[in-house]
Nanobody
């Protein structure tokens, strides 16, 4: 059984930084395309950032471009370094994974099979 586990959320102030981590467990071989989505108070799911295997390709949502670099440690681990946070970044952040043997980068939530439980990020002014 595949499990996606996020960590690193919390309560911070405007301008602070936070690092989210995600690990996928339970499948061999463990190679995935991975991404972050978030859901704020408006309940719309928003694409944040995605990374192909080995971070060969990365994509960013317009609202986080230049502030939230995404990185991979290996084919089943993903990080999101969030900097210069604003109150608009508040929400539940979900890590997602899709088994992948090439270097495609996926940005549509329907393309991902495995989802984590989410980690809350709250930015106060």
């Amino acid at each position: 059984q595949v499990q996606v586990v996020e960590s690193g959320g919390g309560l911070v102030r405007t301008g602070d930084s936070l690092r989210l981590s995600c690990v996928v467990f339970g499948r061999t071989p463990d190679t995935y395309a991975m991404a972050w989505f978030r859901q704020g108070s408006g309940n719309e799911r928003e694409f944040v950032a995605a990374a192909a295997r080995s971070a060969a390709t990365t994509f960013y949502g317009d609202s986080v471009k230049g502030r939230f670099p995404i990185s991979r440690h290996n084919d089943s681990t993903l990080y999101l370094q969030m900097t210069n946070l604003t109150t608009d970044d508040t929400g539940v952040y979900y890590c997602v994974a899709e088994p992948m043997y090439d270097t495609r980068c996926l940005r549509d939530p329907v393309e991902y099979t495995y989802w984590g439980q989410g980690t809350q990020v709250t930015v106060s002014s």
